[in-house]
């Protein structure tokens, strides 16, 4: 089945630092990938949509400028948080869906961020 | 935009009771899906419905879609640890997930 690898697992940074996270689908490509954010004990929240080739689209509230997302190829989004603060510390996620496939979203082991 | 709701936000059962989640929306839903992510896990995709009333079944997983497609369940039969988790219902549509329901199971 499809296989959304993300990279790294889990990062700690300094305040002020930036943090690249990276998703990749393994043995298929998505023309469109998904960043979510998820705090403890809540619900997967939507920051973005990543399309390759051209700009990701935002939710309400996520600042691009904070969060940038570049989807360069078929198989690879990065999601980078710039000059990182406590707060941004969370569990961030990316998914996929392979085309053709069976609907669902395949997501990535997902990456925890501490920021100290 | 479209948001969902689920109830219970929480549930501990007894290994072996029956467990349901259910997952409501305002506005009718062109397809729901369901997930399912362990404690320090990601979510996992189970299923998605799309027709009006439809029923699937996984092993002791039962999920329905509404007839006026605002509506889903999922009911686990005769529940084990090992289906311990947070169950979300998403929209396929616009990817907007539900709260979950947290699902405590005690041996």
């Known amino acids: 089945g499809a296989v959304v690898s993300q990279h790294p697992s889990w990062v700690i940074c300094k305040s002020g630092t930036s943090v690249k996270i990276e998703c990749r689908s393994l043995?298929?490509?998505?023309?469109?990938m998904f960043w979510y954010r998820q705090f403890p004990k809540q619900s997967l929240m939507l920051m973005a949509t990543s399309n390759e080739g051209s700009k990701a689209t935002y939710e309400q509230g996520v600042e691009k400028d904070k969060f940038l997302i570049n989807h360069a190829s078929l198989t690879l989004s990065t999601l980078t948080v710039t000059s990182a603060h406590p707060e941004d510390s969370s569990f961030y996620i990316c998914s996929a869906r392979e085309a053709g496939g069976n609907y669902g979203y395949t997501f990535g082991s997902g990456t925890r961020l501490t920021v100290v | 935009g479209q948001q969902v709701m689920q109830i219970p936000q929480y549930q501990h059962v007894q290994e072996g009771e029956d467990f349901t989640t259910y997952c409501n929306s305002s506005?009718?839903?062109?397809?729901i899906q369901w997930y399912k992510q362990r404690p320090g896990g990601h979510p996992v995709f189970l299923i998605q419905l799309v027709k009006s009333g439809e029923v699937k079944k996984q092993k002791r997983l039962t999920f329905q879609f509404g007839e006026a497609k605002k509506n889903s369940s999922l009911h686990i039969t005769a529940t084990q640890t090992t289906d311990v988790g947070t169950y979300f219902c998403?929209?396929?549509?616009?990817?907007?997930f539900g709260p979950g329901t947290r699902l405590s199971v005690l041996p």
């Open positions: 998403a929209q396929g549509q616009n990817f907007v």
């Open positions: 506005t009718t839903l062109s397809n």
């Open positions: 043995d298929f490509q998505a023309t469109t």
